[in-house]
């Protein structure tokens, strides 16, 4: 087994005197040191050659790697496994080279001088990130800790709740925790105006005002989209999530994507989750690009065309919705592509369709579904029963 030769080391704003006997011994003795400006300030006084993050940051492992053999440490802030880079460097260097050496993360630190329990918070990142992503947790009483890209962060984040109904929200920026020059800033999401230092974690109280937008993570409601008419109803599309089971990091193809309503529950469902639209119209593809952005999906992938051609070149996917141009070649091609135990499920609305999926069915199994939904509307002066379109869905979960 390789004896491990990088030390990957959190590191606090209060710089050296903050990090134990050994961390302090393994970066006064390192040969090769390697961090942002700021970590390399936080380690003066070190007769190390400094090597400064790369852009883009991908090119840092191959340069890690060419100094193996010497006495490497990579500087990082706080808990390097916490949205951190000690998760990029495990992708490209063995974990039994690596050794990791955390600090008191960012989250840790917040949730203290708040006064919030860490478990009772969520905790997210708009570094690096589309600010959008933390739109699903938007609601009222939800505290949010987030890892912040810059100055700007703040009101990036306040304008996201202000649009959404959340002005009154209290906003606390948590600047150069730990250290000599640590400071506080409060206001709220409304009117933000306040000047911050780039260093911060922003401290997030949703309060709700009184047009804010209260979804749930899944099953949202039609009208919370915009469409033509052309979309995967509310009942059929909770019904379909719970079919193709959102998991943290899954990736989803939405065939036939349309507004993009199911592969952004799909996102909203699972942390972390991505999806790819297929989607022939331009025009809906704008539409599916909209939705995702205002309802925290901003990663969508929209592809222009139809399946299966376009299904060529894809990442594998650990789920497939057919909710549009259904056909046993384009059946077979999902069905290669899952990988084991992913899901597959399809909606049909038209005969045509539903023969394919009920030959699919009568071949491989699964599960066949005919749903049908009646709502309460008005008739005159009464209200009466009025149905939707049924759809046949077809549900299947591949074994190996």
Same mark, same amino acid.
Request: hydrophobic residues 45%.
């Given at each position: 087994m390789?004896? $491990?030769?990088? /030390?990957i080391i959190?590191i606090?704003?209060d710089?050296m005197?903050?990090?134990?006997?050994e961390?302090?011994?393994?970066?006064?003795?390192?040969?090769?040191i390697?961090?942002?400006d700021r970590?390399?300030?936080?380690?003066?006084?070190?007769?190390?050659e400094r090597?400064?993050?790369?852009?883009?940051f991908?090119?840092?492992i191959?340069? #890690?790697?060419r100094h !193996?053999?010497?006495?490497?440490?990579? +500087?990082?802030?706080?808990?390097?496994l916490?949205?951190?880079?000690?998760?990029?460097?495990?992708?490209g260097?063995p974990?039994?080279?690596?050794?990791?050496?955390?600090?008191?993360?960012?989250?840790?630190?917040?949730?203290?001088?708040?006064?919030? &329990?860490?478990a009772d918070?969520?905790?997210?990142?708009?570094?690096?990130?589309?600010?959008?992503?933390?739109?699903p947790w938007?609601a009222?009483?939800?505290?949010m800790? =987030?890892l912040?890209?810059d100055?700007?962060? $703040?009101e990036?984040?306040?304008k996201?709740?202000?649009?959404?109904?959340?002005?009154?929200s209290?906003?606390?920026v948590?600047?150069?925790?730990g250290?000599?020059?640590?400071?506080?800033?409060e206001?709220?999401?409304?009117?933000?105006?306040?000047?911050? $230092?780039?260093? /911060?974690?922003?401290?997030?109280?949703?309060?709700?005002?009184?047009?804010?937008?209260?979804l $749930?993570?899944?099953?949202?409601p039609?009208?919370?989209?915009?469409?033509?008419? !052309?979309?995967?109803?509310?009942?059929?599309?909770?019904?379909? =999530?719970?079919?193709?089971?959102?998991?943290?990091?899954?990736v989803l193809?939405? =065939?036939?994507?349309?507004?993009?309503s199911?592969? #952004?529950?799909?996102?909203?469902?699972?942390?972390?989750?991505?999806?790819?639209? #297929?989607?022939?119209q331009e025009?809906?593809?704008?539409m599916?690009?909209?939705n995702?952005?205002?309802?925290?999906?901003?990663k +969508?992938k929209?592809?222009?065309?139809?399946?299966p051609d376009?299904?060529?070149?894809?990442p594998?996917?650990?789920a497939?919705?057919?909710g549009?141009?259904?056909?046993?070649?384009?059946?077979?091609?999902?069905i290669?592509a899952?990988?084991p135990?992913?899901?597959?499920?399809?909606?049909?609305?038209?005969l045509?369709?539903?023969?394919?999926l009920?030959?699919?069915?009568?071949?491989?199994?699964?599960?066949l579904?005919?749903?049908?939904?009646?709502?309460a509307e008005?008739?005159?002066?009464?209200k009466?029963?009025?149905p939707?379109?049924a759809?046949?869905?077809?549900?299947?979960v !591949?074994? &190996?």
């Amino acid at each position: 087994m390789t004896a $491990p030769w990088l /030390h990957i080391i959190g590191i606090g704003e209060d710089g050296m005197a903050g990090l134990s006997a050994e961390g302090r011994r393994l970066v006064e003795q390192a040969e090769v040191i390697v961090g942002g400006d700021r970590h390399h300030s936080l380690a003066p006084n070190v007769a190390a050659e400094r090597i400064a993050w790369p852009s883009p940051f991908d090119a840092m492992i191959d340069e #890690i790697r060419r100094h !193996k053999g010497r006495r490497v440490v990579v +500087l990082v802030t706080g808990d390097p496994l916490w949205f951190s880079v000690g998760a990029r460097m495990l992708k490209g260097i063995p974990r039994e080279e690596i050794v990791f050496h955390p600090q008191l993360s960012a989250f840790q630190f917040a949730s203290c001088r708040m006064g919030w &329990s860490l478990a009772d918070v969520e905790t997210l990142t708009v570094h690096g990130r589309a600010a959008e992503q933390i739109v699903p947790w938007f609601a009222p009483g939800v505290r949010m800790l =987030l890892l912040t890209k810059d100055r700007t962060s $703040p009101e990036t984040v306040a304008k996201l709740l202000t649009e959404r109904g959340y002005g009154p929200s209290k906003l606390t920026v948590l600047a150069a925790l730990g250290g000599p020059n640590e400071a506080r800033f409060e206001g709220v999401a409304e009117g933000w105006t306040i000047e911050v $230092p780039d260093f /911060h974690v922003l401290a997030v109280e949703c309060v709700a005002g009184p047009d804010a937008q209260i979804l $749930p993570r899944t099953g949202l409601p039609d009208d919370a989209f915009v469409h033509d008419g !052309k979309i995967t109803k509310r009942t059929q599309r909770a019904l379909a =999530l719970s079919k193709l089971v959102p998991v943290r990091d899954g990736v989803l193809w939405d =065939l036939g994507c349309g507004c993009g309503s199911v592969a #952004i529950e799909w996102m909203r469902a699972g942390r972390e989750a991505r999806a790819i639209g #297929i989607e022939p119209q331009e025009k809906r593809r704008a539409m599916a690009e909209e939705n995702a952005l205002r309802l925290g999906a901003p990663k +969508l992938k929209l592809v222009e065309g139809t399946a299966p051609d376009a299904l060529a070149g894809l990442p594998a996917p650990d789920a497939v919705f057919i909710g549009g141009g259904i056909s046993r070649e384009t059946i077979a091609a999902c069905i290669d592509a899952l990988k084991p135990h992913g899901r597959l499920v399809a909606h049909a609305v038209t005969l045509e369709s539903e023969a394919v999926l009920l030959s699919a069915f009568e071949e491989l199994g699964g599960e066949l579904q005919r749903v049908a939904v009646e709502t309460a509307e008005p008739v005159g002066p009464f209200k009466g029963w009025k149905p939707s379109m049924a759809v046949v869905q077809w549900a299947w979960v !591949k074994q &190996s």
